[in-house]
């Protein structure tokens, strides 16, 4: 019998350096005893390790590509029993590459059951840890500093690290738990496997954790199931606001025909123009849709949806009758619904400066939205941009198909999911069709990519810079589609 003993803090490379070599020892699984460091191990305790005789030009096991992030994964679990199951699955694989695929196999099984429970427990890690401001000292210059205690059930702390590096990057935090912690300093991330000491950090920022929960918790959505589901009771005791959650719960009820009591009695502003909107909810026989100015002009007073009423107007698309290429964006923004022009904001400035980048002139594109009315909502002064729902994309559609149906053009650019959307019905993820010249009716081809706003919003410079690049070299891959296309119409014009 063999014996090993690991740290097992979520550490993968001790685990596949021992099970390397018992492999190329050919040592089985049941002659491996796998433990924990200073695991108990009864009266007896835990007799020196011994590990086989390393040997020479072992050849291995060539396991299939779904197998390591599932070992990374599992690796993490607190169960000390993870060792010996992923050794018994790397050398099962060895005999069976197929063997993954058989979801009832017992290991198999098993395997999947500890992968799901590290995935939840990451996802809750990255849902419940709540930092606190730390005060920097009087005359002490710096960034915000904040710390966090989280009681996680596996070791996923050196897993979650980078997220929260990405989402925090613009803060100092450290992340505390029992199963190791995370630093950031706005220049490197550090992680320690040790346990940390639970710190006291009740102070004011409970407060407002407790005012923000007890606003946004809404009555009458109340699904006590759910929300259990979503936020089991062994997280609360480190959620300034778990207290406040039984009293909503009981007074939840009462509230909500409190609210219905006072529930609006005047009619919604705008509501004039709403009406109007409900009573013309076909699609219209314009006598001057023939033309694109026609089109233009018609679409001035749309009202096939409600986002007109809130709107300052309508923002038609621009750009030669005749252009090759068609641009559709997702709606006007806050600029563009002042300016009445596509694409003039910062998402349009970006637009820009990628086209120019590329070698494509924006005055010879037609740039359209798959809307054609700015969505915001109000707080206080600002308009904040929402997404149109999949209503409103269906019915701006009569006028999208009118501007393909008049300006005919060979390439459709579809940016975001919105435009895809409209353009194709698909709900599918962007990043499933982005890149990828599909063809449409009337033999022109759509290009899908991602919304300039989604690049403006990326918080990490360096992602941000990756992904401004695979933008660029969409629109260059745009541009290479219309040469290749036009050189093929030369070519077919030449011949015939
Ligand atoms: N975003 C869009 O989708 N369209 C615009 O015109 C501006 C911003």
Redesign the pocket.
């Known amino acids: 019998m063999y014996r090993v003993s690991l740290e097992g803090r979520g550490d993968f490379t001790e685990w596949r350096d021992a099970a390397r070599t018992f492999l190329s020892a050919n040592v089985s699984p049941h002659e491996i005893e796998w433990r924990c460091r200073g695991e108990e191990t009864g009266l007896l305790g835990f007799e020196e390790e011994n590990l086989p005789a390393a040997v020479d030009n072992a050849t291995g096991v060539q396991v299939p590509s779904a197998f390591m992030p599932l070992a990374q994964t599992i690796i993490c679990h607190s169960d000390p029993k993870r060792f010996s199951l992923l050794y018994r699955l790397l050398w099962r694989l060895g005999q069976d590459r197929a063997l993954l695929q058989f979801k009832s196999d017992p290991d198999v099984a098993e395997a999947r059951k500890l992968e799901k429970s590290v995935r939840r427990d990451s996802h809750k890690m990255t849902a419940f840890v709540r930092f606190k401001e730390v005060a920097l000292a009087t005359g002490e210059a710096g960034r915000r500093r904040f710390i966090a205690w989280f009681e996680p059930d596996h070791f996923i702390v050196e897993r979650k690290a980078a997220f929260f590096q990405r989402r925090f990057t613009d803060m100092d935090w450290l992340i505390l738990t029992p199963k190791g912690s995370a630093r950031w300093d706005g220049e490197a991330l550090e992680t320690s496997r040790l346990a940390a000491e639970q710190p006291d950090l009740s102070d004011e920022t409970d407060e407002l954790w407790r005012t923000y929960y007890a606003n946004i918790f809404n009555p009458a959505r109340l699904k006590i199931k759910a929300m259990t589901a979503e936020m089991p009771k062994k997280y609360w005791k480190n959620l300034p606001e778990a207290d406040l959650i039984p009293d909503l719960i009981l007074n939840a009820e009462r509230r909500v025909l409190e609210m219905g009591a006072k529930a609006a009695t005047e009619p919604q502003l705008f509501h004039h123009r709403i009406q109007a909107a409900a009573e013309n909810k076909l699609a219209p026989a314009l006598p001057d849709a023939d033309t694109l100015e026609g089109l233009r002009h018609e679409a001035k007073d749309c009202t096939l949806c409600s986002l007109h009423c809130k709107a300052t107007q309508t923002?038609f698309g621009e750009g030669p009758a005749n252009a090759d290429v068609m641009i559709v964006?997702?709606?006007?923004?806050d600029?563009?619904d002042l300016a009445g022009?596509?694409?003039?904001?910062?998402?349009?400035k970006m637009f820009d400066q990628v086209l120019g980048e590329t070698g494509m002139e924006r005055q010879k594109l037609y740039?359209t939205?798959?809307v054609k009315h700015f969505k915001y909502e109000s707080r206080g002064k600002k308009r904040i941009h929402q997404r149109p729902d999949a209503g409103e994309v269906q019915r701006c559609r009569w006028w999208l198909t009118r501007e393909i149906d008049l300006v005919q053009p060979k390439l459709i650019v579809a940016?975001?999911a919105?435009?895809m959307f409209a353009l194709t019905g698909l709900k599918e993820k962007l990043s499933d069709l982005r890149g990828r010249p599909m063809p449409m009716d009337g033999g022109r081809m759509l290009f899908v990519t991602v919304?300039?706003?989604y690049l403006l919003r990326i918080p990490d410079e360096q992602r941000k810079a990756e992904e401004f690049q695979r933008f660029r070299e969409d629109m260059q891959a745009v541009r290479r589609l219309m040469e290749a296309r036009q050189e093929s119409e030369l070519l077919v014009s030449a011949v015939g």
């Open positions: 923002v964006g997702e709606q006007p923004g600029f563009e022009r596509p694409f003039v904001g910062p998402a349009g740039v939205n798959a940016m975001g919105t435009a919304h300039p706003s």
